[in-house]
């Protein structure tokens, strides 16, 4: 009898985690609070001698709104001239285009420049030389990504700006 009574709680134990089982509430959720937030009861202590870690011990310089930009420092020769205020001086023509030659003359310059398709000016490069215009590209110095086209007349028209 006892050997009946064991086997039968044996079995009724076995069979108990297949019963099924009431099922209890989900627990409420809490929302992670942020990464980088501070808890309310959270407040730096600033006694004597201490500083906020968060708040920079070198204060930038202020630069007023109205100051002058300061452009880089230009390099010598035909590379340190701005497209306007080089002064086209004449052109050497030639039948082959990739020969034509330009002649710019620079406000401070000793001597003109000679330039060819491709050369590199201070904020510009000469795109395409013809008897009658020069084309130079310019790059923006605060947009690099948007050149724009600068058209000049090698003997410009009355009225026209030099």
Known sequence: ??????????VFGLSLPALPQAKKPPAPVEEP????????????????????????????????ANAPRQEPPRPPGLRGVRVGEAQ????????????NVVIIAA????????????DQLFDGVVRSISFTTVIFTMTAQEDPKA????VRQVRPTPGDKK
């Open 1 to 10: 009898m006892r050997r009946v009574l064991l086997i039968i709680v044996w």
């Open 33 to 64: 609070t942020p990464v980088l937030t501070v808890p309310k009861d959270c407040r730096y202590n600033t006694g004597p001698g201490r500083r906020d870690p968060f708040v920079n011990p070198v204060p930038k310089p202020k630069v007023a």
């Open 88 to 99: 086209i001086s004449g052109v050497v023509a030639s039948k082959e285009p990739s020969m």
């Open 107 to 118: 406000p401070g310059a000793p001597s003109p420049y000679f330039a060819r398709v491709g």
């Open 147 to 150: 050149p724009r086209e600068v």
